[in-house]
């Protein structure tokens, strides 16, 4: 099984830059796909950003250019950088780890981590 273990939310300034990490461990096999998703209040949670364990990163388009995902597969941990962060947009980032490369997926294992909030205001 595997355990994910986010870190990194917090409040921040309109403009503003924020990191936050997911470490995995446990796995039986490997992690293909790691991603960050996330869901504000009274919205359905949705795709933020993946990235394949050879480092080739998709982005919603409402974060392009602005937030960059990241991992480091000696430590299992996926990351994600963002910058220019916009107010009212409060919302529970979610890391997810995969064992496929695509669709569909969760073919030996699909894990969710906690949630962690990130909050942008003055």
């Known amino acids: 099984q595997v355990q994910l273990v986010e870190s990194g939310g917090g409040l921040v300034q309109p403009g503003g830059s924020l990191r936050l990490s997911c470490a995995a461990s446990?796995?039986?096999?490997?992690?293909?796909?790691m991603g960050w998703y996330r869901q504000a209040l009274g919205k359905e949670r949705e795709l933020v950003a993946t990235?394949?364990?050879?480092?080739?990163?998709n982005y919603a388009d409402s974060v392009k250019g602005r937030f960059t995902i990241s991992r480091d597969n000696a430590k299992k941990t996926v990351y994600l950088q963002m910058n220019s962060l916009k107010p009212k947009k409060t919302a529970v980032y979610y890391c997810?780890?995969?064992?496929?490369?695509?669709?569909?997926?969760?073919?030996?294992?699909?894990?969710w981590g906690q949630g962690t909030q990130v909050t942008v205001s003055s």
């Open positions: 997810n780890a995969d064992s496929e490369a695509t669709p569909p997926w969760g073919g030996r294992f699909n894990y």
């Open positions: 446990g796995s039986r096999f490997s992690i293909n796909v």
């Open positions: 990235i394949t364990s050879d480092g080739i990163a």
